[in-house]
């Protein structure tokens, strides 16, 4: 069983710029789901993705986006960077349909905006 | 709205005391309540779950949450606290089972030598 990988694990970037995060959810698990961490404070959900569609989302702008492709592996994209977008960000899969499935995460990328 | 509060931001506990972490929830309905753990520069590691059934449930590493409806809380402990148990703690709830997981703002662990 392999579990939830996240690439890269840190990345710097300027502001006004566009990043695309990747993650390869955990074997046999159908949902994923972002997390922005900032420092010093809980995860932040984004969104989740199921069936390739987006089926919940956080208090984010339009600017985050994100795709699940058939494998189940997913992107986070964030567009127009801002200072503030500098935090860890987190993927975690799960399993829909298993009503006390938790989160699996991945170890995080950590996205520097300078 | 779901919500969870970690009341403390610090917890200091002496090595092989009882340690415990708080944590109070406020759903529209029955809650999944969840705790992991964040060790630096690492994404969290499941720990345990409430989902229903018996009020104290055990999880990994000899911690174990008590489930308290009335006082909708679901506090983290532990009978004997370990130097490596210093990390930062997440208390979460989810309401519905395909709801998204809502996560407290952590309490820092520190266990003392």
């Known amino acids: 069983e392999t579990g939830v990988t996240q690439s890269p694990t840190h990345l710097i970037k300027t502001r006004g710029q566009q990043v695309t995060l990747r993650c390869s959810s955990q074997?046999?698990?159908?949902?994923v789901s972002w997390y922005q961490q900032a420092l010093g404070q809980g995860p932040q959900f984004i969104f989740q993705?199921?069936?390739?569609?987006?089926?919940g989302r956080g208090n984010f702008p339009p600017r985050f986006s994100g795709l699940q492709f058939p494998n189940y592996s997913s992107e986070l994209n964030v567009n127009a960077l801002e200072l503030d977008d500098s935090a860890l960000y987190l993927c975690?899969?799960?399993?829909?349909?298993?009503?006390?499935?938790?989160?699996?995460f991945g170890n995080g990328t950590r996205l520097t905006v300078t | 709205a779901q919500s969870v509060a970690q009341p403390e931001d610090q917890v200091n506990v002496a090595e092989g005391n009882p340690l415990t972490v708080k944590c109070t929830y406020s759903?529209?309905?029955?809650?999944?309540l969840f705790w992991y753990v964040q060790y630096p520069n690492r994404g969290l590691q499941f720990l345990l779950k409430y989902i229903t059934g018996d009020n104290l449930v055990k999880g990994s590493y000899g911690f174990e949450a008590e489930f308290n409806k009335s006082q909708t809380s679901f506090h983290l402990k532990k009978p004997s606290a370990l130097v490596s148990d210093s990390a930062l703690y997440f208390c979460?709830?989810?309401?519905?089972?395909?709801?998204?997981?809502?996560f407290g703002k952590g309490t820092r662990l520190h266990i003392l030598p």
């Open positions: 074997s046999g698990h159908n949902t």
């Open positions: 993705y199921y069936r390739e569609e987006e089926n």
């Open positions: 979460a709830v989810r309401v519905n089972r395909d709801d998204k997981i809502i």
């Open positions: 975690a899969s799960s399993l829909v349909g298993v009503q006390d499935s938790p989160l699996h």
């Open positions: 759903v529209s309905g029955n809650p999944y």
